[in-house]
């Protein structure tokens, strides 16, 4: 089965294209918010932060069982963490990124604090998840949105 991860910083558009994707390539689309909650997947919210900090290791053991069990369909994986999955299990990891006035536009669109914006065109300046993506040795293709 084919598996393509969408990751990259919050805002940076990875929803918008890899629902786009999963529908031209008649793939399944999956959101990891979305999986977390179905799949009861353990979190701790950090109300400085305002986010969730999910069990990264449960998390990858539920997704890849959950993948084995699929057809041979295909799926595309949306989220900032996707690109933890192990590379055995992907075929292809995109890097969403986008400008930084623009990911600062949109993540105050979302109602973001100013110190999570901060946080997050930070690992956008840094780079954060496309060097992780090629630690885990994927490979990688990079999107500008």
Same mark, same amino acid.
């Given at each position: 089965m084919?598996? #393509?991860v969408v990751?990259?910083t919050p805002g940076?558009?990875?929803t918008? &294209?890899?629902?786009r994707?999963? %529908?031209? %390539?008649n793939?399944?689309?999956i @959101? #990891?918010n979305e999986?977390v /909650?179905k799949? %009861?997947i $353990?979190? +701790? &919210? @950090?109300?400085?932060?305002?986010?969730k900090?999910v @069990?990264? *290791?449960?998390?990858k053991?539920k997704?890849?069982?959950h993948? %084995?069990?699929?057809?041979?369909?295909?799926?595309? #994986? !949306?989220?900032?963490?996707?690109?933890y999955? $192990?590379?055995?299990y992907v075929?292809?990891?995109i890097i969403?990124?986008?400008?930084?006035p623009k /990911?600062k536009?949109?993540?105050?669109?979302?109602? &973001?604090?100013?110190?999570? #914006?901060?946080?997050n +065109? @930070?690992?956008e300046l840094f !780079?954060?998840? *496309?060097?992780?993506? /090629?630690?885990?040795?994927?490979?990688?293709?990079?999107? *500008?949105?």
């Open positions: 084919k598996v #393509i990751s990259g940076t558009g990875k918008r &294209y890899a629902k994707l999963a %529908k031209e %390539k793939y399944l689309y @959101d #990891i999986f /909650l799949q %009861k $353990p979190y +701790v &919210y @950090d109300r400085r932060r305002k986010a900090a @069990d990264i *290791f449960e998390l053991r997704l890849i069982s993948l %084995k069990k699929l057809s041979e369909r295909g799926a595309v #994986i !949306d989220s900032h963490l996707a690109h999955l $192990p590379k055995r075929s292809l990891c969403m990124k986008c400008s930084i /990911l536009r949109r993540l105050k669109s979302r109602g &973001y604090s100013e110190a999570k #914006i901060s946080e +065109v @930070d690992a !780079d954060v998840c *496309f060097n992780e993506a /090629l630690e885990a040795g994927h490979k990688v293709k990079v999107i *500008f949105s």
